[in-house]
């Protein structure tokens, strides 16, 4: 078999071609040519892979072969480690080589630690006591079936697809020989090889799984038919969080509106791209291709309030900034107000909570901000997905809060205020002052998400508490700032009796919820 290699300085075009081969002399060499002259050319490859030096493993039918660049036609690997059936292998962060293969009754994952020599034996094993003892598959947590896949996170879990078992196991460090899986992923329990219908999140078939440099979880399962996607996966049973249906082009909100075809590989970029690939000797134009897909993803731990950075919960009318990966264009947009009120997409960006599309302020690759609806109610759950031409992320949910306020700050610890001594971060003492925040929650009056506040005063249903270095100020108004979206100011009266300081701490209290402290200077 042969390994064509491509030198990319430039996007490369579709139908480029190849100027290097590994593995035979030329592109167009037949398969028995290169397997007569020289045995341990013949790969064969099922899956490859770059270590951080820059040299490429490739998984063929009798082990793992590493190539050391310079790359050169005809190349003969350096080293080869002897082991069958490569169901898959991947390194970690810390440069060590996990390999999940085996043949019937014989599976098994090894770990093997740099430096890497020919007859090397593996530091670690999953699956089986040892690296030489044989045991027929059982639905015990450390054991396996047939295996399919493995992919390590960047906290050291590592995920096994165990095809034959119906499930994904989850290994969380610290990990040793023949442990018992943290969790399983496609099973109610781990006591047995149970057929969980898809819609409960079994995953009958897994054949590969990718992990995400933001800690999402791929996994394709049912013969290339279903792409799911965990995130926190900690939980067995747990269900997955998004899926993607590659024969029928359907996603949790509609149509999924790039081309799919058949795919049996699955591999995560740096950047975030899944790259799907297909069954070998299948000649098909459409089986045969390689897709990218740039699927957008959030997180959890990256939806904050876009004035604190606090983490969910959120409050009724709250500005929400989410961080995640192709949520939008390279170059950030800001949305323009029309007719009063801040538009729903941005250059092909939506974000939908609860299904509707939410007002957006601004949208790049790497983030969003919107504006959560004021009609929705504290204590319902909110589910949250970002759109990018379409394609739509996993969900994030969370329940509604009544309140949770938060400071807006120049740079992130000082206040952005307004005194008498003009904007800034300086009060004066015994003077007015006004704060910007977000996440005070409902106000008097009608108002939408994403329009602008009127001149008319818009005033907090529930009171504010402006503290500084413990001591309460007067608030003389809390309610949405006129003409601006979603912001509200907190006017109040800076006692007298405050010392002096260049750094006073100030905090909001509404509703018994607390805001981060920022800092002030008091003159």
């Not at 080589?97 to 090894?110: D, F, H, K, Q, Y």
């Not at 995400?212 to 067995?236: C, E, I, K, Q, S």
Request: with cysteine.
């Amino acid at each position: 078999m042969r390994i064509p290699g491509w030198r990319e300085s430039s996007p490369l075009p579709n139908a480029f071609r190849a100027d290097l081969v590994l593995g035979k002399p030329t592109l167009q060499a037949s398969p028995p040519f290169g397997f007569a002259i020289c045995p341990e050319c013949d790969l064969r490859p099922r899956r490859m892979a770059f270590d951080a030096t820059g040299s490429l493993w490739v998984a063929g039918d009798g082990g793992i072969s590493r190539f050391r660049p310079p790359f050169s036609n005809y190349q003969r690997p350096e080293l080869s480690l002897e082991l069958w059936n490569v169901g898959g292998f991947v390194f970690d962060h810390a440069g060590r080589l996990w390999v999940a293969s085996g043949i019937t009754n014989c599976e098994r994952v090894v770990m093997f630690q740099p430096p890497f020599v020919q007859t090397m034996r593996p530091a670690l094993v999953l699956g089986q006591p040892d690296a030489d003892t044989c045991r027929a598959p059982s639905p015990e947590p450390n054991r396996f079936g047939i295996l399919r896949g493995i992919a390590v996170g960047s906290d050291g879990t590592v995920f096994v697809s165990d095809s034959g078992s119906r499930r994904v196991a989850v290994f969380r460090p610290p990990i040793s020989t023949f442990m018992a899986a943290t969790a399983i992923l496609g099973q109610d329990s781990t006591a047995g090889f149970e057929v969980v219908p898809f819609e409960r999140g079994g995953l009958n078939g897994s054949i590969d799984l990718a992990v995400g440099p933001m800690g999402d979880l791929w996994v394709l399962h049912n013969f290339g038919g279903l792409l799911a996607t965990y995130f926190d996966a900690r939980t067995t049973g747990q269900r997955w969080d998004h899926w993607i249906n590659l024969a029928t082009r359907k996603q949790p909100d509609g149509d999924f509106p790039l081309p799919l075809g058949t795919a049996r590989r699955l591999k995560s970029a740096p950047d975030g791209s899944l790259w799907l690939f297909p069954p070998r000797d299948m000649g098909s134009p459409v089986s045969s291709q390689i897709t990218r897909l740039r699927i957008p993803v959030l997180t959890q731990k990256g939806i904050v309030n876009a004035a604190s950075y606090a983490e969910a919960p959120f409050a009724p009318g709250t500005l929400v900034t989410a961080f995640g990966l192709h949520l939008g264009s390279r170059t950030g947009t800001h949305g323009a107000v029309e007719q009063g009120t801040f538009p729903s997409t941005l250059n092909g960006t939506t974000v939908l909570v609860n299904g509707k599309p939410a007002p957006l302020l601004y949208a790049r690759n790497d983030q969003v901000t919107f504006q959560l609806p004021f009609s929705l109610e504290p204590g319902q759950p909110v589910s949250i997905r970002a759109q990018n031409g379409g394609v739509s992320s996993p969900a994030v949910n969370f329940t509604l809060a009544r309140s949770s306020p938060g400071v807006f700050s120049a740079d992130g610890s000082r206040a952005a205020a307004i005194s008498p001594l003009g904007q800034g971060n300086t009060l004066a003492r015994g003077q007015w002052a006004t704060v910007f925040a977000s996440g005070l929650g409902a106000v008097e009056g009608e108002i939408r998400e994403g329009q602008l506040a009127p001149s008319e005063l818009r005033p907090t249903r529930q009171a504010v508490e402006v503290y500084i270095e413990g001591v309460l100020c007067q608030t003389l108004f809390a309610g949405l700032a006129p003409g601006l979206a979603g912001v509200y100011q907190v006017n109040f009266l800076v006692p007298e009796r405050l010392a002096a300081s260049s750094a006073a701490r100030l905090v909001l209290l509404q509703g018994g919820e607390v805001s981060r402290p920022v800092l002030v200077t008091l003159r």
